[in-house]
């Protein structure tokens, strides 16, 4: 072996695993051994690309030149011309001291700053030997989104295994799935969402929207996805898709039995004006008037049952309501209040539908008005205006005072 490079404990993300992995793709003519205790798999596994590993089994080790990165426990095992330490950390920095081995015959540091602080410790010279660089031109990321549950009827397993193609063809991917199910499947490339009424901004972004189904009656998420964004879609080949307008120029349709997709169809640019199917409520619904939007103007009169800050300016100068503060609210206010546990009692409530008045209502308050003014000895119209006018004062009585 010519040049061998020892480190101890080959982690899962690190400088010197970086440096490792770009000096043997950068040199990958040379002869080059990579010398480890333990190791991650995924590291190893991109490392064998370009050089051997060798896992430490205490066999004696021959080579040209050894280099150590941090520990130098196995040295006395390694015969070698050269025996050569990479210093990889500003001690000076971190507060320590390198232990020197008296067999290193050379010390290498990444950086001038390096070698400056290491012989500023040890007294040893140091020569200067950056780190080298191999990047590879970076890969499109594929920008996913879902929102679905992740049930088997909704496409869970080719959730799965969409996933899996994707890694098996290295491409970089990430998905953002909007859902209750979080964890369903186990995917590190998978975000987990909580489920939005509004995901449209989260569409935009993305390159695909994924929902692979068993079967679909509708399903609003594509015909979202394809009209507010015009953005393609992954989808089974189900019936209804056709239907609604789903072909190449704006999605990618898979068996629902797959094994493989069409790689070349997740970068090819997609440039299509989608149209949804028009409905027909217009004349399914009832004709008539919308009142609603009056009714939402109408208030709610409350009574303050449990002290409260309000976030929303109720209450004295500092927002703070008291019990027995009567106010009035709107219905949609009310009904934040009124949540487990109430905060207030509703005293009356003008968005409630009056109870229909029958004829024998009617009948039976018309004759109790001539009975009154019978006994009286009034006229009918007098009792009637009588009424009234005790009505407006009640109602004047029972409203709530503006707070200052």
Known sequence: MKNVFYFENINSIGGVETFFYYLIKKYEDKDITILYQTGDINQLKRIRKYARCIKYTGKKIKCEKAFFNYSTSIIDNIEADEYIQIVHADYKGEGDRPKINPKITRYLGVSQHVCNTFEELTGIKCELAYNPIAIDPPKKMLKLISATRLTNEKGKDRMELLGEILNRYEIPYIWLVFTNDTNAIKNPNIVYMKPKLDITSYMNEADFLVQLSSSEAYCFSVVEMLSSCNKPVIVTDLPVYKEIGLDDTNSIRLDLVFDD?????????????????????????????????????????????KEYTSMVGEGDENNLVRVGDVFEVTRERADVLLEEPPLVKILEDETTEPEEVTEEVVQAVANAIVEEATEQGKEVQEVVEEIVEESKEDKKAKSPKKKK
């Not at 640019?269 to 027909?280: E, H, I, L, N, V």
Request: with cysteine.
């Open 261 to 305: 997709i069409p790689i070349d169809k997740l970068f090819k640019k997609y440039d299509f004006k989608y149209t949804p199917k028009q409905d027909r409520w217009n004349e399914i619904l009832a004709k008539g008037q919308n009142t609603y939007k009056e009714e939402r103007k109408m208030k709610v009169k409350v009574e303050c049952i």
